[in-house]
C-alpha cells in the first residue's frame, strides 16, 4: 500500500531564511502530487499542484520539486515569515481522492 | 473556488448516541469526500459520497458506522453512529470541482464522545 513519510520533527526557522519540507513516498507512482497548508482548528489549504512529468512549480515565495525516480517532492518556502508557521501536508493523488502523509510542523520565528 | 460550510464546528457527545455532520458547498461540485483526522495523525479517507446513490467506503469503514448522504450536488452528510470514545476526532468534508485539480475542505467538525 501507498506510504507517504515527512519530517517528523517540527521545523524551527528563522525569519528571512528558506524552509525546506520533505515528502517522500513508496508503492506507488501518483499522477499528481499536492501541498497543503494546515492551521490549528481549520481544514487543510491548498497551496500547490505538481504533475509527474513537472520537476519543478512556483508561486509566490513557494516552490515544489517532483522527482518520481527518487519519489521524493521537496516544497520551499523562501524569505519566510512569521505568518508561514502552520503545518503542511503532502497529499498523493489516489484515484479522485487523496493520500496524505502526516505532516510537518514549520514555525517560523523573528 | 468553493467555499465549504460545514457545522457543527464541534460537539461533545454521549457514548452510544449517533451525531450528523453537514456539508454545504456554495457551488456544484464534481465529487465530495469525508475524511477523518485523529490528533497528530494524517487525513484518513472515510468514503466518497456518490450524488444519488451510495458512498463508496475505503476499507475500515462501513455504512452501519458511518452512514452517508449526498441528494444534490452541494450537499452531503456524515452520521457517526453508536459511538464511542474512539470515535473522537476531526471529520473533514471535502469537495472537488473537477478531477485532478485542487482539493477544497470545510473547517472540520470536533467530536469528542465520552
Known amino acids: 500500500s501507498q506510504k507517504i513519510e515527512q519530517n517528523s520533527e517540527a521545523l524551527n526557522i528563522q525569519e528571512g531564511k528558506t524552509a525546506t519540507l520533505t515528502c517522500n513516498y513508496t508503492n506507488y507512482s501518483p499522477a499528481y502530487l499536492q501541498w497543503y497548508r494546515q492551521d490549528p482548528g481549520r481544514g487543510p489549504v491548498f497551496l500547490l499542484l505538481?504533475?509527474?512529468?513537472?520537476k519543478e512549480k512556483r508561486k509566490e515565495r513557494l516552490k515544489v520539486t517532483f522527482d518520481t525516480t527518487l519519489k521524493q517532492s521537496l516544497f520551499h518556502i523562501t524569505a519566510s515569515q512569521p505568518a508561514d508557521s502552520a503545518t503542511y501536508l503532502c497529499a498523493l493523488e489516489a484515484g479522485y481522492a487523496l493520500n496524505f502523509g502526516k505532516g510537518t510542523s514549520l514555525l517560523v520565528t523573528p | 473556488s468553493a467555499v465549504i460550510s460545514q457545522k457543527p464546528s464541534r460537539d461533545i457527545c454521549q457514548r452510544g448516541t449517533s451525531l450528523t455532520i453537514q456539508c454545504q458547498v456554495d457551488s456544484q461540485v464534481t465529487m465530495m469526500f469525508w475524511y477523518r483526522q485523529q490528533p497528530g495523525q494524517s487525513l484518513t479517507l472515510i468514503a466518497t459520497a456518490n450524488q444519488g446513490s451510495e458512498a463508496t467506503y475505503e476499507s475500515g469503514f462501513v455504512i452501519d458506522k458511518f452512514p452517508i448522504s449526498r441528494p444534490n450536488l452541494t450537499f452531503s452528510t456524515l452520521t457517526v453512529s453508536n459511538m464511542s470514545p474512539e470515535d473522537s476526532s476531526i471529520y473533514l468534508c471535502?469537495?472537488?470541482?473537477?478531477?485532478?485539480?485542487?482539493?477544497?475542505f470545510g473547517q472540520g467538525t470536533r467530536l469528542t464522545v465520552v
Open positions: 505538481i504533475r509527474e512529468n513537472e
Open positions: 471535502s469537495a472537488l470541482q473537477g478531477v485532478d485539480t485542487e482539493a477544497f
